[in-house]
């Protein structure tokens, strides 16, 4: 579409942003110079072994752990669908499910201090308000 890279996930195009599509183009340098109506090919064309081993050398994670923190992001973003995300990322429902209780129990992290500090004092029975 008009100036941007999108990609076919689970039937819906979604534009790339610019991390992803800065490493997709170390994969393909030709992404984003063909022309409109050349790019409606797919990129990986071979197989699940091969575009496993492709992804760890360009991004140097393995597909696992990329595919685990692209879930936790996708969760964090707002997306809470798990069998929309299912189909997104190609991780069982079980995994997702599983990443949202790991992600909701990191989300601990986010309160502030001061609030996190109050609590325990509660807890300890060293406040009371």
């Known amino acids: 579409r008009a100036d941007k890279i999108e990609v076919l996930f689970a039937e819906q195009w ?8 800065r490493y997709l183009k170390r994969l393909h340098p030709a992404i984003g110079t063909t022309l409109p ?10 197989s699940i ?8 050398e360009v991004v140097g ?5 990329l595919r ?12 809470t669908d798990r069998g929309a995300i299912s189909r997104i990322t190609g991780a069982y429902p079980n995994t997702v499910a599983y990443i949202e209780k790991a992600f909701a ?13 109050s609590r325990n004092e509660v807890i ?5 308000e």
């Open 14 to 21: 979604t534009p790339l942003d610019a991390l992803t599509l």
């Open 37 to 46: 109506h050349q790019a409606d090919v797919p990129v990986f064309t071979h």
């Open 49 to 56: 072994w091969k575009l496993n081993a492709e992804v760890r």
């Open 61 to 65: 994670l393995p597909v696992r752990k």
């Open 68 to 79: 685990m923190t692209a879930i936790a992001n996708i969760i964090r973003s707002g997306v």
């Open 105 to 117: 129990w990191d989300l601990q992290m986010t309160v502030d201090p001061e609030i996190v500090k």
């Open 124 to 128: 300890r029975g060293e406040r009371t």
